[in-house]
Structures are given as structure tokens and as C-alpha cells.
């Protein structure tokens, strides 16, 4: 039975592509260890398939942060017997790359997102030359990759000549519910990061006749908080923080609208396929996201958002107005999400997964 450790810098609760990968490998005969960091405010961790491990830091944040758990995660691994070992983002690609070297064994690179053009990087020229260093030293060293999306690796390609497969951050096929909402809202769910385009989002909610709930947390929560209350949107905008994936499939279910927004600088945003887009077609929900090229490929195959390139406040409630007042284009984009969301799941993606470490394992 082939050992496989995975490294990623969250605290494993709300990872759901990582439990997903993971699961699918422990289901097939693989033995996998998820390695993550262990936070103050971490829930305790629910029983999986695959063996989790927190490492506890003394920093929280920041470089030093990186630079301890890196140092940590590498002693961990140091005495741990492995036949492969896979960096989930550069963030953990270097004592992945040592691990592998000490050990001899295959390394993997898992990219969620194309790092270096993350709107947090690019927008700090210091860290973001850090980072790209870090890229161009690690990433022609890994042979065995996969990423979230085609443009991630076609970039991959592009720059570092590594062949890199796509798979894609798809949801798992589940039965609908019948449970309906009491009231219409719409929904975002995920990270709340900078580029996320609340700072449009929030105005945009004074033209609309509908609540929206935000699932989800990250860096631009302190700003999206004092967004709500300058607005005077606090009965308007509900912000619910992270929720288990069993909750967030129940209350995604009822939205009327998804939301997906995100603003176009950085090449991340050009090539992202977020979770949400297709967790949204899995909810059987139509959204509102960009015109970007990833989002293009998905709608013009299913049809099953309205995709805008103008990020105003008016722009945004007026697409939101329309979807909302044309049946006719609602319900088309209903059942097509209905029917997009028998292709776009983990059950036909995972083979892609299983195919990919098969190859890593007979070269």
C-alpha cells in the first residue's frame, strides 16, 4: 500500500478539495496522511478515511509564520516513512522538495491556484518577488503535477515546460433536497479575500430587493464588516462565517442567486475556477460571475450564469434585477444547472485523480 502525505498551511476543517482527493485515494488503496496547521481557533476534526495531522505554530501570520511551519512541517515528515509526498501551493513546495530529495522518493505538485498572480501577492512587490523565486526554483524541479483549472496549467507550461494535468476542484454529486427557502436571497459562498469585489457588492445591495447571506472568511473580512455598517446594510447583508460543508450544502440549496465576482488583475484571476462556481450548478442555482476565460469555457458549454465585465454597483443589481424579473432566462439557467451538474462532479473527476498517481507510481 503506497503512503502519500499532503501539505497544505489550513487547519483541515473547511479544506473540501483536500478531503475530496484525500478520500478518493484512501477508497482506492492508497495509505494518506493530510498534514495542516492547528490554530487557536480550531474545531476539532472529524473522522475521515485518511489519517489528519495539525502542527502547532507559535506565529500565526506572516512571514514568520511560513518560515516556522515550514521548518516544523519538515522535521515532521523527516522521520515518517512516505513513497510520495505532494505540495498543495508554494507555500509548502520547499520542504516537499527537500523530503523528496532525502528520501528519494516522487514529489507532486497540487496547484489550487497560480500563486504569484494572487491579487495579496502582486500587489506587494516584495513578497511577490519572494514568491516568484520561490516559484521558478521549485516548479521545474516537479515532475508529477496537477492543477485547478487549464489556464493554471497551461501558464505551468508556458513558463517552466512541465506537463502538468487539470483537475479541476469539482463537488461531489449529491441528491437535491426539497427543503424550500422561507425567502429569496442570494448567496456567496467562500473566501473572503481581497478582489473579491465587495467593495462593489456591498453598494450594489441598496438596489436590490434581496438579502444576501455571505458564507466564508478570510483576509478582507475586517473591511467587508465596515463595508455593511458605512452602507447601513446590517439588516440587508448577513454574514454567517464559515459553516460545515453539510451546512452550507443545506442553506446553498435555497439561494435564489450565487454570486461570484472577482476582479481582474492578476493572471489567478484570469485562470481560477473557483469552488463556488460549481458548487453553485451542483445547488442547481444560477449565478452571476465574471466574463473571464475560465467562466466563459464552463457557460458556453452549459449555460448556466449570466457573466458581466462591468463591476459597478449599478451594473452589478441591475444583472441582478434582470435575472431576477426575466423567468424565462432564470429557468433556463435553472435547468441547466440541473443538467450541468450530472457531468461537473467529483464522481467523474476523480478518475482523472486515480489515473494521475497511477502514472506517478508505474513510471
Same mark, same amino acid.
Given at each position: 500500500?503506497?503512503?502519500?502525505?499532503?501539505? *497544505?498551511?489550513?487547519?483541515?476543517?473547511?479544506?473540501?478539495?483536500?478531503?475530496?482527493?484525500?478520500? $478518493? #485515494?484512501?477508497?482506492?488503496?492508497?495509505?494518506?496522511?493530510?498534514?495542516?496547521?492547528?490554530?487557536?481557533?480550531?474545531?476539532?476534526?472529524?473522522?475521515?478515511?485518511?489519517?489528519?495531522?495539525?502542527?502547532?505554530?507559535?506565529?500565526?501570520?506572516?512571514?514568520?509564520?511560513?518560515?516556522?511551519?515550514?521548518?516544523?512541517?519538515?522535521?515532521?515528515? @523527516?522521520?515518517?516513512?512516505? !513513497?510520495?509526498?505532494?505540495?498543495? !501551493?508554494? !507555500?509548502? %513546495?520547499?520542504?516537499?522538495?527537500?523530503?523528496?530529495? %532525502?528520501?528519494?522518493?516522487?514529489?507532486?505538485?497540487?496547484?489550487?491556484?497560480?500563486?504569484?498572480?494572487?491579487?495579496?501577492?502582486?500587489?506587494?512587490?516584495?513578497?511577490?518577488?519572494?514568491?516568484?523565486?520561490?516559484?521558478?526554483?521549485? /516548479?521545474?524541479?516537479?515532475?508529477?503535477?496537477?492543477?485547478?483549472?487549464?489556464?493554471?496549467?497551461?501558464?505551468?507550461?508556458?513558463?517552466?515546460?512541465? =506537463?502538468?494535468?487539470?483537475?479541476?476542484?469539482?463537488?461531489?454529486?449529491?441528491?437535491?433536497?426539497?427543503?424550500?427557502?422561507?425567502?429569496?436571497?442570494?448567496?456567496?459562498? =467562500?473566501?473572503?479575500?481581497?478582489?473579491?469585489?465587495?467593495?462593489?457588492?456591498?453598494?450594489?445591495?441598496?438596489?436590490?430587493?434581496?438579502? @444576501?447571506?455571505?458564507? =466564508?472568511?478570510?483576509?478582507?473580512?475586517?473591511?467587508?464588516?465596515?463595508?455593511?455598517?458605512?452602507?447601513?446594510?446590517?439588516?440587508?447583508?448577513?454574514?454567517?462565517?464559515?459553516?460545515? +460543508?453539510?451546512? @452550507?450544502?443545506? %442553506?446553498?440549496?435555497?439561494?435564489?442567486?450565487?454570486?461570484?465576482?472577482?476582479?481582474?488583475?492578476?493572471?489567478?484571476?484570469?485562470?481560477?475556477?473557483?469552488?463556488?462556481?460549481?458548487?453553485?450548478?451542483?445547488?442547481? *442555482?444560477?449565478?452571476? $460571475?465574471?466574463?473571464? +476565460?475560465?467562466?466563459?469555457?464552463?457557460?458556453?458549454?452549459?449555460?448556466?450564469? /449570466? #457573466?458581466?465585465?462591468?463591476?459597478?454597483?449599478?451594473?452589478?443589481?441591475?444583472? /441582478?434585477?434582470?435575472?431576477?424579473?426575466?423567468? /424565462?432566462?432564470?429557468?433556463?439557467?435553472?435547468?441547466?444547472?440541473?443538467?450541468?451538474?450530472?457531468?461537473?462532479?467529483?464522481?467523474?473527476?476523480?478518475?482523472?485523480? @486515480?489515473?494521475?498517481?497511477?502514472?506517478?507510481?508505474?513510471?
Amino acid at each position: 500500500m503506497k503512503k502519500i502525505y499532503f501539505t *497544505v498551511t489550513n487547519d483541515l476543517t473547511y479544506d473540501q478539495r483536500m478531503h475530496r482527493i484525500c478520500s $478518493t #485515494l484512501a477508497n482506492n488503496g492508497y495509505k494518506v496522511i493530510l498534514i495542516g496547521v492547528h490554530k487557536p481557533s480550531s474545531a476539532v476534526l472529524k473522522k475521515e478515511l485518511f489519517k489528519q495531522k495539525r502542527i502547532r505554530c507559535f506565529f500565526q501570520k506572516g512571514k514568520w509564520f511560513y518560515r516556522e511551519y515550514n521548518i516544523r512541517l519538515l522535521l515532521y515528515m @523527516l522521520v515518517k516513512k512516505m !513513497d510520495a509526498v505532494c505540495a498543495i !501551493d508554494l !507555500d509548502t %513546495i520547499l520542504p516537499c522538495l527537500l523530503i523528496s530529495k %532525502i528520501k528519494n522518493i516522487p514529489r507532486i505538485y497540487d496547484a489550487h491556484e497560480l500563486f504569484t498572480g494572487l491579487k495579496e501577492v502582486i500587489t506587494r512587490p516584495h513578497i511577490k518577488k519572494k514568491w516568484e523565486k520561490i516559484e521558478k526554483y521549485s /516548479v521545474p524541479k516537479f515532475k508529477h503535477g496537477y492543477a485547478a483549472s487549464q489556464g493554471i496549467t497551461q501558464e505551468f507550461f508556458k513558463r517552466y515546460s512541465v =506537463g502538468y494535468e487539470t483537475i479541476r476542484n469539482l463537488p461531489t454529486l449529491k441528491q437535491l433536497g426539497t427543503i424550500q427557502a422561507n425567502e429569496k436571497f442570494i448567496i456567496y459562498q =467562500g473566501a473572503v479575500n481581497e478582489g473579491r469585489c465587495f467593495e462593489y457588492i456591498v453598494p450594489a445591495m441598496k438596489m436590490i430587493d434581496l438579502p @444576501l447571506i455571505v458564507c =466564508g472568511d478570510g483576509n478582507f473580512m475586517p473591511q467587508l464588516k465596515t463595508l455593511v455598517r458605512i452602507h447601513q446594510l446590517e439588516d440587508k447583508i448577513k454574514i454567517k462565517g464559515m459553516l460545515s +460543508p453539510e451546512e @452550507l450544502w443545506k %442553506i446553498s440549496q435555497q439561494a435564489t442567486i450565487g454570486i461570484s465576482l472577482t476582479e481582474k488583475e492578476g493572471l489567478n484571476q484570469q485562470f481560477a475556477l473557483p469552488n463556488r462556481l460549481f458548487d453553485y450548478i451542483q445547488a442547481a *442555482v444560477p449565478q452571476i $460571475t465574471m466574463n473571464l +476565460p475560465e467562466y466563459a469555457r464552463i457557460n458556453k458549454q452549459y449555460e448556466i450564469a /449570466v #457573466l458581466i465585465d462591468d463591476l459597478s454597483p449599478e451594473h452589478i443589481a441591475k444583472s /441582478v434585477n434582470n435575472l431576477l424579473s426575466d423567468t /424565462v432566462l432564470y429557468n433556463r439557467l435553472k435547468e441547466n444547472c440541473l443538467k450541468a451538474r450530472l457531468d461537473l462532479n467529483w464522481q467523474h473527476e476523480e478518475k482523472k485523480l @486515480l489515473a494521475f498517481y497511477k502514472s506517478v507510481f508505474d513510471s
